[in-house]
């Protein structure tokens, strides 16, 4: 059993900048890929980033890439996903997921109770 917890979330101006972190605790937590998902109200929960457990591999979301940076410290068993350059439309609730897989996958073994990110334009 894996724990996620998420911290970070808040209200930021357009352009701004936020550091989610998500930290996780339970049995061989550092050994899993790690990742990113959100979601805005009435929308379904979409990909955001994702790393592998030893950190070598990065995945994005074309609407974030180039603004949002995923990174891992597994001595930490963190993820944090910094996100620069913020728009209206990043505003949702995140949710850290972790995953057992190579990759995070749509269906990911563990998720978080989620951290609200609100942009005002």
């Known amino acids: 059993q894996v724990q996620l917890e998420e911290s970070g979330g808040g209200l930021v101006q357009a352009g701004g900048s936020l550091r989610l972190s998500c930290t996780a605790s339970?049995?061989?937590?550092?050994?899993?890929?790690m990742g990113w998902f959100r979601q805005a109200p009435g929308k379904e929960r979409e990909f955001v980033s994702a790393i592998t457990f030893g950190g070598g591999v990065t995945r994005y979301a074309d609407s974030v890439r180039g603004r949002f940076f995923i990174s891992r410290d597994n001595a930490r068993n963190t993820v944090y996903l910094q996100m620069n350059s913020l728009k209206p439309e990043d505003t949702a609730g995140y949710y850290c997921a972790a995953d057992s897989k190579m990759t995070v996958t749509n269906n990911p073994d563990y998720w978080g109770q989620g951290t609200q990110v609100t942009v005002s334009s």
């Open positions: 339970g049995r061989n937590a550092n050994t899993y890929a």
